[in-house]
């Protein structure tokens, strides 16, 4: 016989679910359109969803104190190859004035479309440099771990991110230091990484939201692509510029065309597909492209 769990007040309850005033950060992100984020301070391994944050949070236990800070002389960001590819490391500069990136992982600089390697988090620009820097002064203040999950602009391929900052603190106790585990969330991303073809996603502008990795080799694409770079920079080719993809929406029509591309000194031949679909409110040109039969 297990012992029963004591009950919770039911005024208790209640009151935790009434609505309370618009908080302040609520209203930021409201005001793009999207969800408030949420945030848990000192998290249990059962409240992270991601495996890789459990996996990370043990990891930072093999070097913290009491209450969660990393100490400085235990930590080697050497112990944590395997979180690499979504680590961020932040130097704290003049008591939080500023949070400058003393590495970014590949993974998190394909997914913003940025590098952010010695600059601050006040270089993100928009809501997304307010609420960071916001978080990591409030991280500064309370002094203990912090997970968040925060949307990102509608016109990004990556939904949001999972992020979990820990404090880095020096032997005086003073903080000095973030580490950052920064997961995307890229569910669509995980099946058009697995396809052996070239497949673009693409906004209303022509720019570039999301490439596959087949199409980052054909096309030797850069690691980081920045936002702002357009799908004909890319590859050399168009989407013809009076097509939307609303407007193919719209027709349920689909583009069928061919075209040379030269890669490694030779002409191939690519068949073309463009197709749209909605992805978080916004209509996007789906590119998919295949090597023509000889």
């Keep these: 016989m297990t ?3 004591k009950p919770i007040e039911d ?6 679910l009434l609505p309370r005033r618009a908080s302040t950060v609520r209203q930021l992100f409201n005001e793009e359109g999207l969800r408030a984020p949420e945030i848990i301070w000192s998290p249990k391994p059962t409240e992270l969803v991601s495996p890789m944050h459990r996996q990370f949070i043990a990891r930072v236990a093999q070097m913290t104190d009491a209450n969660g800070c990393i100490e400085q002389d235990r930590f080697d960001i050497g112990h944590f190859e395997r979180f690499s590819d979504w680590l961020i490391h932040l130097s704290i500069e003049d008591d939080g004035a500023a949070f400058r990136y003393l590495y970014y992982g590949n993974a ?3 997914a913003a479309g940025e ?6 988090s006040a270089d993100h620009g928009g809501y997304t440099e307010v ?3 916001t978080l990591y002064r409030a991280a500064l203040r309370t002094r203990v771990p912090v997970y968040s999950y925060h949307e990102s ?3 990004m391929f990556t939904r949001g991110w999972h992020r979990m900052i820990v404090p880095i603190a020096d032997g005086d106790g003073a903080l000095v230091e973030f580490l950052v585990l ?3 969330d890229l569910e669509l991303a995980v099946g058009l990484e697995l396809l052996s073809d070239p497949v673009f996603v693409v906004n209303a502008q022509h720019q570039v939201a999301y490439c596959n990795k087949a199409a980052r080799q054909f096309f030797h694409l850069p690691r980081i692509i920045p936002r702002d770079v357009t799908f004909a920079s890319l590859t050399g080719f168009s989407l013809g510029a009076d097509e939307t993809p609303d407007s193919l929406m719209a027709e349920d029509r689909t583009l069928n065309f061919a075209e040379l591309v030269k890669t490694d000194g030779l002409m191939d031949r690519l068949d073309v597909t463009v197709s749209a679909a909605e992805h978080r409110g916004k209509v996007m040109f789906i590119v998919s492209m295949r090597m023509a039969a000889t």
């Design 108 to 110: 998190v600089g394909q």
């Design 182 to 184: 920064a997961v995307a």
């Design 3 to 5: 012992a029963k769990t």
């Design 11 to 16: 005024q208790a309850l209640i009151k935790s």
């Design 115 to 120: 590098d952010m390697i010695g600059r601050t």
């Design 131 to 133: 609420f960071l820097t």
């Design 153 to 155: 602009p509608r016109e």
